[in-house]
Each structure stands twice: as C-alpha cells, then as structure tokens.
C-alpha cells in the first residue's frame, strides 16, 4: 500500500438506507490520513429492503470486502447502522447508530423498538456493540426498558443526520437551483415505506397537486424513501410515475438529494415517517396524510408530531398549502424536536466516540460535518402546457394533460419536437427552438394560431395571416408566446407595454 493507515475502520451497509446515514457519519473520519475504511454488505444474508445496495457501493467506488474475508479479519472499528446483520460474527468494537431520527419504529407486527431489538443486540449472553448511538438522553429509559444490559454501552451523540442538515442552510438558494424551483413554492412530498406509507395509501397526491397547483407558481418534488426503490426497482417507479414526470413532478433519486429537497422546501407532505420530523425540526410547515401506521413507537416524538401537525384533506390542497405556508411559525414544533434531538452539535460529540473507540489522538479543529450536495433530481421537459387566465386575469399555466377547463381562453402550447401528435393535432401555439422552421410548422399544423421560438431576450412569435412579433422580457419564452395568444384572441391591443407574472412586456411588430 501506498499509504500506512494506523487504523482499519469496517462498514457494515444492510440498505440504503443504512448507507445514506453511515455516509454521514463517515464525512467525520474520511479525510483522515490515519484511518483505512471498507465496507462490507452480507449477500448471502440480505435484507428485505437490501436491492440497490451492490450498486450504489460501485457508485461510491469504495473497496469492498466481501463478508465472509471481514468475519475473519480484525478491525479496530466497525460501523453499523442495524443490528439486524450478524454483526456478532465480526471482529472488533462495533459503534451502532440509529438510521432514522432516534428511535421511532417498532419493528412491523410487534412492539419492539427497532434499533433496540434485545434478541439482536445480544448473542449468548455478549452484549454485541461497544457502543449505541442516542440522539437524546431520554432514549436511555428506552434501551433500559428494550434492552437493560445493554444500557452501560448507550452514548447520547445526537443526529448526524439532523446537524448535517443545520450545517446545510445557508445552502438553500443553491438546492432550488439545483431542483429548478426559480420562484415557486416548492412543495415537496416526502413518503417512507410499507402498506401504510404515503405513497401506498394515496398514490395519486402528485397528479392532484400537479392538477390544482399552477405550475409558474409551484414546484412538487417528490421523495421516496430508499426502502420504496428496493422493493419496486428504479425502473418500476420512474415508469410508473411517468405521466407525472411528463407533467412537471421533480423526483428525487434514493442515493442522495432528500435531506436538499427538504432543505429547499417551503412545505412538506408526508406520513409517519422520520422525514416529517425532520422537516418539522428544519422549521418547515408540515402536512400530514391521514394514516393507519400502528408502527409509530407511543408518545414518540413522531407521534406527537402526528397529533399537532394538521391533516392534508382532498379538498382544496392549494388553499389548505397557501394556510399551511401563509401562517407557519417555525418554532412550532421546536418543544417536540427538542425530545428527539439534544441540542449540542453531533459532529464533535460523534467524533469523539469514533476517535476514542479508534484509540487515536482526535485531531485539530474537531470535525464537524459538511453541507449536504446538491440534488440531482429525475426531471421531464413538459412537451404541452393548457393556459389561459384564471378568474383574477392572471396568466396561468398546467401540465395540458390536466385539462383545467375553468381557465379563459384555455389553449394548448405544444414544443415542435417533444410534444406527442395528439397534443400537436390540438394545440393553439406550436413552439420550436429555431425560428426558420415557422413556415414550415404553421404549414404542418393548421389548427396552430401563432408558432414562436425563443429569441435573445424574449421570444418571436408568427401569427398565422398577421405577420411577425417580438415579445421583449428576460421570461419564459413559452410564457410570452401564450401571453401573444391570449391578446389575439381577446381583441386587445397587440402591440405596448403589459404585464405578465408582474414584469413589464413590450410587444412590436417586426
């Protein structure tokens, strides 16, 4: 080897899930030229949830031991983030975290703490890891009630995942340009897993939203929690969410982005899952889907959450969005995230439990962690837009799959080389990105009013028998090319100064 490492640190992932919070944790020690880390995932043994998990560690480019060669070598520090492995197999002090926010989940069908399994964290009378990770000192009474022999082994560092978010804020203008908010609302669905789950029980919240929420004025981004991704497949899920990515909807992958996507919203919809609480100790606005969980540990902190936060109903989802946004207080929930995370920063608490458990000298300054990255969401261009003016006279736009039949002079904006036959066959407005084609489109498409095409600093737009205009404001040129269509059709002056989305548009004839 080309360096000398001191230590050996092994890395126990059972699911992604499982990697996501090792992965946090390990911006602490990763730098360190004295430590060696592997990580190891037991094929022959997997878990229920462990799809993806091969894959994402040739992702990460990491070096991989297979698990029957780390049974059989020494490390000086194993890091685990379920005890559901056979971790009493592997050789050296075992640090356990939680991989939610605490300890809020029993395990399904019983009333044991996941994370506190007594048959797990001990094997013939050895208790099993050199020490558990707390996010609060009151989950001591927890692991003493689940688990007493092992409370000697409980050290309260608080939530990695939680401080990594904090340290994270000031980044928040550079995840909404990540996901394309601009300035919309981002509305961000956040659903864990199971029968019960957000996604399970109310499947079609993206496509309503999408159809009620105008999509200038909101963003919907949608996070699936990783255990969802392994049981259906990447390809299961983007296939079936297909109309709803044609239409707008901003996924976000399993591998990263969630902890951005909450970051950057300004309110999120979720379940009983650790995401909501999350969002509600980032001081969001938080919705909540009615659910039947009976998995939420009692008196939890997540379940107090799910008794102050408000309930989504089907009707009216913007007013009750717009309320939930308009009247937050971020410190709303402050007295409940103070129950699931202690206050004091993690990262130095953490890495001293790392270093001491390493036996090496900590090193100067402390560590601490870094900014979550960026998202790098599954996108769709929309091919169709149906616009037209609400009931105040704004100009408002919806995927054309929705069909808002209440606007004034609906009409159909399709792009030239996205958009299918049937949205071309309909639409009003045909857009293209080269504006030499527009003979060619207004010969091809004969029910298309106007066809426009972007141009430096607004748009050019060809009225079919009127001759040529351009829109002059640095907006969506799609946006303008609508904005001409509706002052056709309603007989107003062409040519001036208006307003559209509250900017000042010149139109003259060229």
């Not at 692991?143 to 904090?166: F, I, N, Y």
């Not at 799910?306 to 913007?318: I, N, Q, W």
């Given at each position: 080897m080309t360096n000398a490492p001191e230590r050996q640190l092994l890395v126990v992932v059972r699911t992604l899930t499982t990697l996501n919070r090792l992965q946090d944790i390990l911006t602490l020690t990763s730098a360190d030229l004295r430590i060696q880390t592997t990580f190891t995932f037991d094929e022959a043994r997997p878990g229920i949830l462990s799809a993806g998990v091969?894959?994402?560690?040739?992702?990460?480019?990491?070096?991989?031991?297979?698990?029957?060669?780390?049974?059989?070598?020494?490390?000086?520090?194993?890091?685990?983030?379920?005890?559901?492995?056979?971790?009493?197999?592997?050789?050296?002090?075992?640090?356990?975290?939680?991989?939610?926010?605490?300890?809020?989940?029993?395990?399904?069908?019983?009333?044991?703490?996941?994370?506190?399994?007594?048959?797990?964290?001990v094997h013939h009378d050895r208790v099993i890891p050199a020490a558990i990770a707390l996010s609060h000192s009151v989950q001591r009474e927890q692991?003493?009630?689940?688990?007493?022999?092992?409370?000697?082994?409980?050290?309260?560092?608080?939530?990695?995942?939680?401080?990594?978010?904090?340290a994270s804020r000031h980044r928040v203008a550079a995840y909404r340009a990540a996901l394309g908010a601009g300035n919309r609302k981002?509305?961000?669905?956040?659903?864990?897993?199971?029968?019960?789950?957000?996604?399970?029980?109310?499947?079609?919240?993206?496509?309503?939203?999408?159809?009620?929420?105008?999509?200038?004025d909101y963003q919907i981004v949608l996070t699936l929690h990783p255990g969802v991704w392994a049981a259906h497949s990447p390809w299961q899920l983007e296939s079936w969410l297909r109309p709803e990515l044609a239409a707008g909807l901003t996924l976000v992958p399993p591998d990263h982005g969630w902890q951005a996507a909450l970051l950057a919203a300004d309110l999120v919809i979720s379940d009983q899952g650790s995401a909501a609480l999350y969002a509600a100790a980032a001081g969001k606005p938080v919705l909540l889907t009615a659910s039947a969980a009976t998995t939420t540990v009692d008196d939890s902190p997540l379940a107090l959450l799910?008794?102050?936060?408000?309930?989504?109903?089907?009707?009216?989802?913007?007013e009750q969005i717009d309320a939930a946004i308009e009247n937050h207080v971020p410190e709303r929930y402050r007295p409940i995230v103070d129950q699931a995370v202690e206050d004091a920063a993690s990262g130095p608490r953490l890495g001293d439990v790392?270093?001491?458990?390493?036996?090496?000298?900590?090193?100067?300054?402390?560590?601490?962690?870094?900014?979550?990255?960026?998202?790098?969401?599954?996108?769709?261009?929309?091919a169709a837009l149906a616009a037209g003016w609400d009931e105040t006279g704004k100009l408002?736009?919806?995927?054309?799959?929705?069909?808002?039949?209440?606007?004034?002079?609906?009409?159909?904006?399709?792009?030239?080389?996205?958009?299918?036959?049937?949205?071309?066959?309909?639409?009003?407005?045909?857009?293209?990105?080269?504006?030499?084609?527009?003979?060619?489109?207004?010969?091809?498409?004969?029910?298309?009013?106007l066809v426009a095409a972007p141009a430096p600093g607004g748009c050019l737009a060809r009225v079919r028998d009127r001759g040529d205009f351009l829109l002059s404001a640095e907006i969506d040129p799609t946006l303008l090319a609508s904005h001409l269509y509706l002052l056709l059709v309603s007989h107003a002056d062409v040519e001036g100064t208006h307003t559209v989305g509250g900017r000042p548009v010149t139109v003259a004839r060229c």
């Open positions: 091969s894959d994402a560690l040739r992702a990460l480019r990491v070096a991989v031991t297979p698990w029957e060669q780390a049974a059989k070598n020494t490390f000086d520090l194993i890091l685990a983030a379920s005890e559901n492995d056979a971790l009493h197999e592997l050789n050296g002090p075992i640090l356990l975290v939680p991989h939610g926010i605490g300890y809020q989940k029993y395990y399904p069908g019983g009333r044991v703490t996941s994370g506190m399994d007594p048959d797990r964290l692991l003493k009630s689940a688990c007493p022999e092992a409370l000697d082994r409980a050290v309260v560092v608080g939530d990695p995942c939680h401080d990594r978010m904090r981002v509305v961000a669905i956040a659903s864990t897993w199971g029968r019960h789950s957000l996604y399970a029980t109310h499947p079609q919240l993206p496509h309503r939203l999408l159809t009620e929420l105008p999509l200038d799910t008794r102050l936060a408000a309930e989504v109903t089907s009707e009216g989802l913007r790392l270093y001491d458990l390493l036996d090496l000298k900590r090193p100067d300054p402390r560590p601490t962690f870094p900014p979550v990255p960026d998202p790098a969401p599954v996108t769709h261009p929309v408002v736009r919806f995927p054309a799959a929705t069909r808002p039949e209440s606007l004034r002079h609906r009409h159909v904006l399709a792009h030239a080389d996205q958009a299918t036959l049937r949205e071309l066959d309909g639409a009003a407005v045909v857009f293209a990105e080269d504006p030499g084609r527009f003979d060619e489109l207004l010969t091809h498409w004969p029910l298309a009013q």
